[in-house]
C-alpha cells in the first residue's frame, strides 16, 4: 500500500456511501409516492374531526383535559387505521408473491422491509402530529392559561409506532387479504380493553392496566393546581417502545422464521440462525429482540409499583421526581361586583363573570348574617389523594368550591353550554347549601342533603333571586309549603328570622312548619 | 399414433355431464378462489373473540360504553365478508359465464348470514347488550357499506370504510346521536335504523351482484 492509495480508498468508501444512500433514498421517495396511507386519510380526517376534534370541542379549554383526547379518542380511529394499513402494506410481498423474486437483490430482507416500513410510518406519524396540531392550534387559541403538553404527544406517538409494527409483522409473517382487517379489528378490541381496566384500576387490585395509553383523566383541574407527574408516561412509552424495537428485530430475522415454518418445525432454529451470510445482521436482530423485552418487562414491572398521588393521579417510585409534586405557581383571576369577590384559578377564567353573575345575587341575600361568605374562590379538587367538597371557610369565610364539586353538584366546569341555566343555580345551590348547614370546606364523599326546614328556606331563597329550586319535584309538601310561604316575605323579614334563628337551623332543630 | 386418435375426441369428464354437481363444483370454485372457507375461520375467530370479551368482561356491562366492544367485532366480522368478495381473475372472469353475479349473490348474502349465526353462537350464554337484533342489524349494514366499499376500492380494502363507519359510530355512541342512519346507536326494535342499515345492505348487495368489486389488473390474489 502506497501513501497515494490511502486517500483514493477513502475516496472510494464516501463514493460508495452516498450512493447507498441515494439508493435508499429512492426507495424511500418510491415508497412515499406508492403508499396506501395517503388514499385513506380523507377518511381518517372525517373520523377524527367527529370522534376528537367534535369530542375535544365540548371540553372547557384546558391544556391538560383538551391533550388527554389524544390518548382517549385519537389513538382509537389511529389505532385501527395504523394496524390494518400497516398490516396491508407489511403483507405486500407475500401477496403478490414476489418474496423468491426479492429474495435475489443484493439487500438484505431487513433493509427492504425498513424502507416500506418507514413510508408507512412517516405518513402515519404525519397525519397523527397534524391531528395533534390541529387540536393544540385551536386550543391555544382558547386557553387563558398554561401551556401544551408533550407527554400525551409522546405516548400517542409511541402507541402509533407499536400498532403499526404489530400490524406491519403480522403482514410480513401472515400476508393474506383477512391480514388487515383481524389487524384492525384486534388492535381495536385490545385499545377498548386496556382503557375498560384502567378505568378499574385501583392500588389494591393491581396497576398493570396503567399500562395502557387510553385512561380517563381524574378531574377537570387536573395538571392545574399540581403538575401531572410524567411517571406514567415514561413507563408507556417504555412498555410501547420495547414491544416495537424487539418487533423490529424480529422482522429481520424474517426469512430464517419463515424457513423455520415452511420446513414443519424440522429445522432447528438455532440451525436457522447460524447460517454463514448475514451473521452480523441476526446478531443485531437477536439483540434488538432482547432490548426490546427487557425495557417492555421492566416498564411492567415499574407499572406493578404504582401508586396513587396526592393530586389524583399515578407516581411510580422509581421514576419519581419531587419536583412534580410541588404546586403550579398561578395567580387567580378575580372579580368583584357589590362587594362579593370571586376568585378562580386563570385556567378557568372564561367562567369568572358568569359565576359572579350567578353568585352574586344569592350573596346579597344572605350577606351580613353570622358565616355568610364575604367571597368565592376555586381550590384544586383534589387533596392528598381525596375529593374536596365544597363549604365556608372560618376565618376569613369564604366559599371555598373546586372545579369539580360545588355542593352536591359534580363536574360544574365540565361547561356550561348545555344547560347554563342550571349550571347557574347550581353554584348558587351550592353556596346557600355551604351556608345553611355551616359545612367548611372538606376532603371525602360528597355531602349528605339538607333537613327539610335546610331545603326549604334554600329554595325560598333561590326563589328570591329569581332561580327555579332544584329540588322543586323531589321534595315534600311540607316543604314546598314552607318554602312558598318564606318567599313571600320581604327581604328584611326574611334576613331578620334568619338572624335570629340561623343557628337552630344549622343544628337541625326548625321543623317546616316553624318557618313563618 | 394415427390421425384418427389425433382426431378422436377427448374424454368427457364423468361428472361434467352431470348438472348437479357441476353448479356444485362452479359454486364450490367460486368460492375457494374468494378464500371463503379461510373466511368462515376468520368469522369463527370473531366469534370467539366476542365469547371471549362478553365472557371476561372486557367491554362494559350497561350504558354506551356496553355496545363498544361488540360494535368493533360486528365491524371486524362484516370487514371480513368485505374482502372475500375480491376475485383473482378479474376482468377474465366476466367473461366466463352468466352464474357469475348469482354466485356473487349468494357467496355474499350467504357469508352475511353465516357471520351472523356464528357471532350469536359466540354470544350464546352471555350478556350481550341489545341482544341478537342489533347484532344482526349491525353485521346487515356494515356489510353494505364494504360491498359498497369494494366497487370503488376494489375487494381488498374493502375494509377501510366499514372501519371509519365503526370509528364514527363509537362517537355517535358516546355523544348520543339518534339518527337513524347511525343504527349501531339505536335500539333493537327502532324502525328507521332497521331500515337504513337494510337499505345500505340491499343497496350494496344489489350493485355488487350486477357490478362485482372493482378490479385492476395488478391486484394480486
Same mark, same amino acid.
Given at each position: ?22 439508493a ?5 421517495r ?32 384546558v ?5 388527554s ?23 405486500r410481498?407475500?401477496?403478490r ?16 422491509l ?12 404525519l397525519a ?20 401544551p ?16 409494527m404489530i400490524?406491519f409483522?403480522?403482514g ?7 391480514t ?11 385499545y377498548q ?47 410501547m417502545?420495547g ?10 430475522l ?10 414443519g ?7 436457522a ?7 452480523l ?32 393521579g ?17 395567580i387567580?383571576?378575580?372579580r ?11 385556567a ?11 353568585l ?13 361568605p364575604?367571597g ?19 376565618n ?41 348547614t355551616g ?23 333561590l ?15 311540607g ?8 318567599a ?8 331578620a ?20 | 399414433?394415427?390421425a384418427a ?33 379461510? $373466511?368462515? #375461520?376468520?368469522?369463527?375467530?370473531? !366469534?370467539? %373473540? *366476542?365469547?371471549?370479551? =362478553? ?35 378479474g ?7 352468466p ?10 348474502a ?8 356464528l ?7 352471555e ?5 341478537v ?12 357499506? $364494504?360491498? #359498497?366499499?369494494?366497487?370503488?376500492? !376494489?375487494? %381488498? *380494502?374493502?375494509?377501510t =370504510?366499514?372501519?371509519?363507519?365503526m ?27 332497521w331500515i337504513?342499515a ?12 350486477i357490478r ?10
Amino acid at each position: 500500500m502506497t501513501a497515494a492509495g490511502i486517500p483514493l480508498r477513502t475516496g472510494r468508501a464516501t463514493a460508495r456511501r452516498m450512493a447507498c444512500l441515494a439508493a435508499a433514498g429512492r426507495l424511500l421517495r418510491l415508497e412515499f409516492k406508492r403508499n396506501a396511507v395517503p388514499y385513506v386519510l380523507p377518511l381518517l380526517a372525517a373520523v377524527f374531526f367527529f370522534n376528537t376534534v367534535r369530542t375535544a370541542d365540548g371540553f372547557p379549554p384546558v391544556w391538560t383535559l383538551r391533550a388527554s383526547v389524544i390518548t382517549d379518542h385519537m389513538l382509537f380511529e389511529f389505532s385501527a387505521f395504523a394496524g390494518g394499513l400497516a398490516a396491508w402494506v407489511g403483507s405486500r410481498e407475500g401477496r403478490r408473491k414476489t418474496i423468491d423474486l426479492v429474495a435475489a437483490t443484493p439487500r438484505a430482507a431487513w433493509a427492504r422491509l425498513s424502507v416500506t416500513l418507514a413510508g408507512t410510518l412517516s405518513w402515519l406519524l404525519l397525519a397523527f402530529l397534524a391531528g395533534v396540531a390541529v387540536l393544540y392550534i385551536q386550543t391555544a387559541l382558547q386557553a387563558t392559561w398554561g401551556g401544551p403538553p408533550l407527554w400525551p404527544v409522546f405516548v400517542g406517538t409511541a402507541a402509533v409506532i407499536v400498532v403499526a409494527m404489530i400490524g406491519f409483522t403480522c403482514g410480513v409473517f401472515f400476508p393474506g387479504r383477512f391480514t388487515a382487517p383481524l389487524v384492525a379489528t384486534g388492535a381495536l378490541v385490545l385499545y377498548q380493553t386496556g382503557l375498560r381496566q384502567a378505568l378499574g384500576v385501583t392500588a389494591s387490585s393491581g396497576t398493570h392496566a396503567l399500562l395502557s395509553p387510553a385512561s380517563a383523566q381524574s378531574s377537570v383541574d387536573t395538571g392545574v393546581y399540581h403538575h401531572v407527574a410524567p411517571d406514567l408516561s415514561i413507563t408507556q412509552v417504555m412498555f410501547m417502545g420495547g414491544i416495537a424495537v424487539a418487533l423490529f428485530g424480529v422482522l429481520s430475522l424474517a426469512p430464517e422464521l419463515r424457513q423455520l415454518a415452511s420446513s414443519g418445525g424440522r429445522t432447528l432454529l438455532r440451525a436457522a440462525l447460524a447460517g454463514a451470510d448475514g451473521r452480523l445482521l441476526r446478531a443485531v436482530a437477536v439483540i434488538l429482540v432482547a432490548c426490546g423485552v427487557a425495557a417492555s418487562w421492566t416498564a411492567f414491572a415499574l407499572a406493578g409499583t404504582a401508586k396513587p398521588d396526592a393530586a389524583g393521579g399515578w407516581e411510580i417510585p422509581a421514576l419519581h421526581s419531587a419536583a412534580s409534586d410541588r404546586p403550579v405557581p398561578a395567580i387567580s383571576a378575580c372579580r368583584s361586583s357589590s362587594g362579593f369577590g370571586v376568585c378562580v384559578h386563570p385556567a378557568f377564567g372564561f367562567y369568572l363573570n358568569d359565576l359572579a353573575a350567578a353568585l352574586g345575587p344569592v350573596a346579597a341575600e344572605i350577606a351580613g348574617l353570622p358565616g355568610a361568605p364575604a367571597g368565592a374562590k376555586e381550590v384544586a379538587s383534589v387533596n392528598g389523594g381525596q375529593d374536596v367538597q365544597s363549604g365556608i371557610s372560618v376565618n376569613p369565610p369564604v366559599f371555598e368550591f373546586t372545579a369539580e364539586h360545588v355542593g352536591s353538584m359534580f363536574g360544574q366546569f365540565y361547561g356550561s353550554q348545555r344547560d347554563p341555566v342550571g349550571w347557574r343555580e347550581g353554584f348558587q345551590q351550592g353556596l346557600l347549601d355551604a351556608f345553611l348547614t355551616g359545612r367548611p370546606p372538606h376532603a371525602g364523599p360528597v355531602p349528605i342533603l339538607l333537613g327539610p326546614a335546610q331545603q326549604a328556606v334554600e329554595d325560598a331563597l333561590l326563589t328570591a333571586v329569581g332561580s327555579q329550586p332544584l329540588s322543586a319535584g323531589v321534595t315534600s309538601a311540607g316543604v314546598s309549603a314552607a318554602a312558598q310561604r318564606f318567599a313571600t316575605l320581604s327581604a328584611g323579614a326574611r334576613r331578620a328570622w334568619l338572624a335570629a334563628h340561623l343557628a337552630a337551623l344549622r343544628a337541625g332543630k326548625i321543623t317546616p312548619a316553624q318557618i313563618p | 399414433m394415427t390421425a384418427a386418435e389425433v382426431l378422436k375426441p377427448p374424454a368427457v369428464p364423468a361428472g361434467a355431464a352431470w348438472r348437479g354437481p357441476s353448479g356444485v363444483r362452479l359454486a364450490w370454485l367460486h368460492l375457494r378462489s374468494r378464500r371463503v372457507p379461510a $373466511g368462515i #375461520l376468520a368469522l369463527a375467530a370473531c !366469534g370467539a %373473540l *366476542l365469547h371471549a370479551a =362478553l365472557h371476561w368482561h372486557w367491554a362494559f356491562n350497561s350504558g354506551p360504553y356496553a355496545q363498544q366492544v361488540p360494535l368493533i367485532i360486528e365491524a371486524g366480522a362484516a370487514t371480513v365478508i368485505a374482502v372475500t368478495v375480491h376475485s383473482p381473475f378479474g376482468e377474465t372472469e366476466r367473461s366466463a359465464g352468466p352464474w357469475l353475479p348469482c354466485l356473487r349473490l349468494l357467496a355474499a348474502a350467504g357469508m352475511c348470514g353465516l357471520a351472523i349465526a356464528l357471532l350469536q353462537l359466540g354470544a350464546a350464554g352471555e350478556s350481550l347488550n341489545d341482544g341478537v337484533l342489533v347484532l344482526a342489524r349491525n353485521v346487515i349494514g356494515i356489510t353494505g357499506i $364494504g360491498l #359498497l366499499c369494494s366497487l370503488v376500492t !376494489g375487494g %381488498l *380494502l374493502a375494509w377501510t =370504510l366499514p372501519m371509519g363507519y365503526m370509528a364514527f359510530c363509537q362517537y355517535a355512541l358516546l355523544a348520543g346521536w339518534t339518527a337513524p342512519w347511525t343504527w349501531p346507536v339505536r335500539p333493537p326494535a327502532d324502525r328507521g335504523a332497521w331500515i337504513c342499515a337494510c337499505a345500505v345492505f340491499t343497496a350494496g348487495l344489489l350493485l355488487f351482484t350486477i357490478r362485482g368489486p372493482r378490479t385492476r389488473l395488478s391486484d394480486p390474489s
